[in-house]
Nanobody
Framework: QVQLVESGGGLVQAGGSLRLTCTAS????????MVWFRQGPGNERNLVAAISWSGNSTVYADSVKGRFTISRDNSKNTMYLQMNNLKLEDTAAYYC???????????WGQGTQVTVSS
């Protein structure tokens, strides 16, 4: 069973930055595509950013393009989400997901809360 643990969330003022980390407990981390999802109050879980197993391909939600950067370090079984110029709308629980392709439900972390204040 792949276990994923998110960290790095917290309270930040609008315009500030945070870096989220997702650490995986598997030696096969490099074989998974990795995704960050988020779920705000009263909303469904939506894709924020994704990165291919090799790290050579990334996808971002329109709402975070130019502000967020997804990356991974396969040698450390770790994925990151650098979040800059945070907005109030970014307030959500952020979840790490490991999957093999778009149609794979994969494995999920417990989430880390990001709260952006004015």
């Amino acid at each position: 069973q792949v276990q994923l643990v998110e960290s790095g969330g917290g309270l930040v003022q609008a315009g500030g930055s945070l870096r989220l980390t997702c650490t995986a407990s598997t030696p096969t981390f490099s074989t998974y595509d990795m995704v960050w999802f988020r779920q705000g109050p009263g909303n469904e879980r939506n894709l924020v950013a994704a990165i291919s197993w090799s790290g050579n391909s990334t996808v971002y939600a329109d709402s975070v393009k130019g502000r967020f950067t997804i990356s991974r370090d396969n040698s450390k079984n770790t994925m990151y989400l650098q979040m800059n110029n945070l907005k109030l709308e970014d307030t959500a629980a952020y979840y790490c997901n490991a999957r093999r392709g778009r149609n794979d439900f994969g494995f999920w972390g417990q989430g880390t809360q990001v709260t952006v204040s004015s």
